[in-house]
């Protein structure tokens, strides 16, 4: 049961256009998202988050968006640069009491930036 | 700050082995996770200590796998007997605390080839 899906296997784009990445999730009780970013062989690494009481968080060039209504999710790059070449995972978690549950991932996108 | 350290980096082993991996977070950090990552997907959590209890283990193979956190830091997972089908990322992740939004960092993971 894939809670948290990522459709686009990979994503290709021009240097200084947007990168478009795309999350639909099922489970109504997730409230708070996540991007991570993962290099190869490095760990995946904290990009930006957002809570269900908002529908917009944006942090530098990385903008997330979030369509409650339609369980979707996407992250903006503007404007996309070769080093934001990595494999991008969108995560999600429930809360558990006042605290939040486990984090759920989708497949990962991987973007590939061209010079 | 140090990261989330992580040993072995790689291993190989054959089916039928033993294997164990190990992992110190961030220091400070109450919240340890072990996640399974085969190739092409998200990571899926297989277990996630708060200090040296265990808070969620519902999706770790408990006839082969196991976990332990002593003293609340450093933590151990031990897969026995590995099977084909156990050929992953295995990553640790801490977190500062199980409230709030439940931001992990990442180790940059064990490779775990099963022959």
């Known amino acids: 049961d894939q809670q948290v899906k990522q459709n686009s296997p990979s994503l290709s784009v021009q240097e200084g256009r947007i990168s478009i990445l795309n999350c639909d999730y099922t489970?109504?009780?997730?409230?708070?998202f996540l991007w991570y970013k993962k290099y190869p062989a490095e760990g995946p690494t904290f990009l930006i988050s957002i809570s269900s009481i908002k529908d917009k968080n944006e942090d530098g060039r990385f903008t997330v968006f979030l369509n409650k209504s339609a369980k979707h999710l996407s992250l903006h790059i503007v404007p996309s640069q070769p080093g934001d070449s990595a494999v991008y995972f969108c995560a999600a978690s429930a809360r558990r009491g006042t605290s939040y549950g486990k984090l759920t991932f989708g497949q990962g996108t991987i973007l590939t930036v061209h010079p | 700050e140090a990261g989330v350290a992580q040993s072995p980096r790689y291993k190989i082993i054959e089916k039928r082995q033993s294997v164990a991996f190990w992992c110190n977070p961030i220091s400070g950090h109450a919240t340890l996770y072990w996640y399974q990552q085969i190739l092409g997907q998200g990571p899926k959590l297989l277990i996630q200590?708060?200090?040296?209890?265990?808070?969620?283990d519902s999706q770790l193979p408990k006839d082969r796998f196991s976990a332990e956190r002593l003293k609340g830091v450093d933590s151990t997972l031990k897969i026995q007997p590995a099977k084909l089908e156990d050929s992953a990322v295995y990553l640790c992740?801490?977190?500062?605390?199980?409230?709030?939004?439940?931001?992990?960092?990442f180790g940059a993971g064990t490779r775990l080839s099963v022959l």
């Open positions: 200590f708060q200090n040296n209890g265990v808070v969620d």
């Open positions: 992740a801490s977190s500062l605390v199980w409230t709030g939004k439940n931001i992990q960092y």
């Open positions: 489970n109504s009780m997730f409230d708070y």
